[in-house]
């Protein structure tokens, strides 16, 4: 079946702040409820899996190990079993850097379901530009 958008969507924020320190920050899963909203608006750490409440309903949430190369890939488990890969870096640009998200279109997400989704993590990285800037 063809589609009207791709089956992925690359995102960016250029933020005005050291990569060390962006990475630093996303890579804490206590703070995506900061950075993150839509996801939930709280975390816990049960049984060593990071869980949040969301709409989608209880999701656990894995990050890729910390790693020196600014990769945030991580993936969200939906309570039926299903799992979604989010690939995430942080990458250096002089001073600050460019967080890139890349949404990727589940089989059979339509394309206002897929659009919706776009719009959740472009607002997501806006407010992890403003925060982060806020804090430096």
């Not at 939930?40 to 990050?63: A, N, Y």
């Not at 990458?91 to 850097?97: T, V």
Request: aromatic fraction near 8%; hydrophobic fraction near 35%; glycine fraction near 8%.
């Amino acid at each position: 079946m063809a589609t009207a958008t791709s089956s992925h969507r690359h995102l960016a924020a250029q933020i005005d702040r050291p990569a060390k320190d962006v990475y630093d920050y996303v890579s804490d899963p206590a703070n995506l409820p900061e950075w993150a909203p839509g996801l939930g608006s709280t975390i816990e750490l049960v049984g060593g899996e990071w869980m949040m409440d969301s709409t989608l309903g209880r999701i656990t949430v894995t990050f890729a190990p910390r790693n020196e190369f600014g990769i945030l890939d991580h993936h969200v488990r939906l309570e039926s079993g299903e799992t979604f890969y989010n690939p995430v870096r942080v990458i250096p640009d002089g001073d600050g850097c460019e967080v890139v998200f890349t949404v990727r279109r589940a089989p059979a997400t339509s394309d206002e379901d897929f659009e919706r989704d776009v719009r959740a993590v472009s607002s997501d990285l806006a407010g992890l530009k403003r925060l982060l800037e806020s804090q430096g």
